[in-house]
């Protein structure tokens, strides 16, 4: 009788639980179409002439060349119909050919996209441990010394530049003091190791090659550390506000009043109700971390994909620039599609609405 009545609970959740995430699911697939849409129109709209990108001055000017060209790649036809070439090549796994590399785009996205995914995973580590440490010490000494000075802290985090900081962490630390690497993954002396994930720190430790290992992280340590600055800050005043927001909870005094305090208020109620909001900014923080480091990567001279998209745009490689662009939406819709299957598991509320 007892396990009869238990599946008769559970049942019921699972169903709602399921519905909830197909529902965010149908929602994402349907975005990711609308960003291929967003995509193809805006790259038919920047200005300059492919057809000259592609061909060279020389090439493109002779009419039977461009004709040929342009028979080949279907640019005689109308846009709606071009969209559905493209959509179907996508389906396809083909992202087209850079112009700039001659290689297919997908392939030059997966020797980019692990570079970047590494560092703002580094980052995002970092910021984490730091900006919910710092903005929960803030939030429980509200008003004191220690509250003041870490809201100075992450106000200095939030102002600086990031550029600005890559440069001056470049020139202290590798020119002057020479104490980390300037540029690259690696040091010229060694080869990557053998490829299983992309990550050179994960790689190497799969293939037990140490000092590759310490090299790839050495060199992790600046751009990490100059994109950890403003997402510390961004994250020690979310959580500082959030966190007050719970203190003031019922739940919280009632807590406090049953003699609970330390690590197990914090743990076990205050950062708990406090989770979602923190869920959120952490999603963006991160989706921007893995879309937005096209100034640090190019400053360290890392080979990510921020770098191949600041080198396609300048070439005006339409291909490469339509890659990145449908890389940074799925990016950003897988990102919100997990934060919103977190939600449903943090607080069943979420699920019913």
Known sequence: MGKTTRATRTSPARSVLAGYVLRRLGMSV??????TLVTFTLANLVPGNPIVAALGEGAASNPATVAAY????????????????????LFQGNMGVSLRTSQPVATDLQKAIPATVEVAIGAIIVSLALGVTLGSIAAYRRGRISD??????????????????????FNFFFLQLRIAPGSGRLSPILSPPPTVTGLYTVDALLAGQWVTFMDALAHLM?????LSLFTI????????????????????????????GGPRMLFGYVLR???????????????SLLSGTVLVEAVFAWPGLGSYAYNSATSLDLPGVMGVGLVVGFI?????FAVD?????????????
């Open 70 to 89: 342009i028979a080949k790649h279907g640019l005689d036809q109308p846009l709606p119909m071009q969209y559905l070439t493209y959509l179907g090549n």
């Open 273 to 287: 109700g406090a989770s979602l909001p923190i869920l959120t900014i952490v999603g963006l923080a991160f989706g």
């Open 30 to 35: 349907l975005l990711l179409f609308g960003v």
């Open 332 to 336: 950003y819709l897988s990102i919100n």
């Open 233 to 260: 800050g961004l994250l020690t005043r979310f959580v500082r506000t959030s966190v007050l927001e719970v203190l003031d909870a019922d739940y919280v005094r009632a807590g406090r009043a049953k003699g609970l």
């Open 148 to 169: 003041q000075l870490v809201r100075v802290l992450s106000l200095i985090g939030l102002s600086i530049p990031t550029f600005w900081m890559a440069l001056v962490s």
């Open 222 to 226: 600046l751009p990490v550390f100059v």
């Open 341 to 353: 299957l977190l939600y449903g598991v943090l607080d069943p509320r979420v699920r019913l609405a």
